[in-house]
């Protein structure tokens, strides 16, 4: 069970990303001075596609994560995008048009704790700034992993909080008091959002806890990777192959049989 402090109820999320969806990307690329593109693109190196398996962008909001895995993988591996908010996913999708990559990326309504999709689906599931806006983190973890490929890889990129005294409170006072002042007053936002931002990544594990959390849910060879001095982070982690049927007993007696 979720023990958040932040209310991260499904029906407030919901509702709150679908009122900021209009200047989402703006407030993005300007709060963040433009290095989340640079983030995202990171991403795509760290965790390259691989072959014409499919990938999964959970909590993709406008799509970004999900178009620069389109242009990582040049077209060649489906990309679908999963988000509970129909406000951002109606962007994604004109955004996807415009670029001309409709084809190749579909994007579905679906809810992080519950997806639509089948086992070992995935080469790749990412998600970027949203797990910890997924009301009970672990249900997100574990379906993240479900629906990703033996051998494949879960890559999370998460907002962190930078451990340097001089770097860190600069950025500490810029993200708890300038980022909400502006991010209020462009987007309007009823529901505050720009102020739970500060309020949900100050709660969220980072670093060694969430790399922790992952090797828990069954993910081998985790690591993160600090960007921009700390300011976000990317986790990796392997879903184990499955052992080989030749190592269960049962497949050597049916051989006998």
């Known amino acids: 069970m979720s023990t958040?402090?932040?209310?991260k109820r499904e029906a407030r999320i919901r509702r709150m990303f679908g009122s900021i969806a209009p200047s989402y990307d703006f407030l993005n690329h300007?709060?963040?001075?433009?290095?989340?593109?640079?983030?995202r693109r990171r991403t795509t190196q760290l965790v390259?596609?691989?072959?014409?398996a499919p990938i999964l962008d959970l909590c993709t909001g406008t799509g970004d994560l999900a178009l620069a895995y389109d242009r990582a993988a040049r077209g060649q591996a489906p990309i679908v995008g999963a988000d509970s908010c129909p406000e951002m996913l109606r962007l994604a999708e004109q955004k996807a048009s415009r670029l001309r990559a409709s084809g190749r990326i579909r994007f579905v309504e679906a809810d992080a704790q519950l997806l639509p999709f089948a086992d070992?689906?995935?080469?790749?599931?990412?998600?970027?700034f949203g797990l910890r806006n997924v009301t009970?983190?672990?249900k997100g973890l574990a379906e993240m992993v479900r629906v990703t490929r033996p051998g494949g890889k879960v890559a999370i990129l998460e907002f962190s909080q930078p451990r340097g005294r001089?770097?860190?409170?600069?950025?500490?006072?810029?993200?708890?008091n300038v980022l909400p002042l502006v991010g209020q007053v462009i987007s309007r936002s009823r529901d505050n959002a720009y102020r739970y931002l500060p309020a949900s990544v100050q709660e969220f594990?980072?670093?060694?806890?969430l790399a922790e959390r992952l090797r828990r849910h069954g993910l081998t060879d985790v690591d993160f990777h600090p960007l921009t001095f700390g300011i976000a982070t990317l986790y990796v982690g392997t879903k184990p192959l499955r052992a080989p049927l030749q190592s269960?007993?049962?497949?050597?007696?049916r051989l006998l049989q």
């Open 30 to 39: 300007l709060l963040s001075l433009n290095i989340d593109h640079w983030w």
């Open 48 to 52: 390259p596609p691989k072959g014409a």
């Open 136 to 138: 009970d983190t672990d």
């Open 205 to 209: 594990p980072d670093g060694d806890a």
């Open 4 to 7: 958040a402090l932040v209310d």
């Open 120 to 128: 070992d689906e995935f080469q790749i599931t990412t998600v970027a």
């Open 248 to 253: 269960d007993p049962r497949f050597s007696e």
């Open 166 to 176: 001089l770097f860190g409170g600069l950025y500490r006072f810029y993200f708890r």
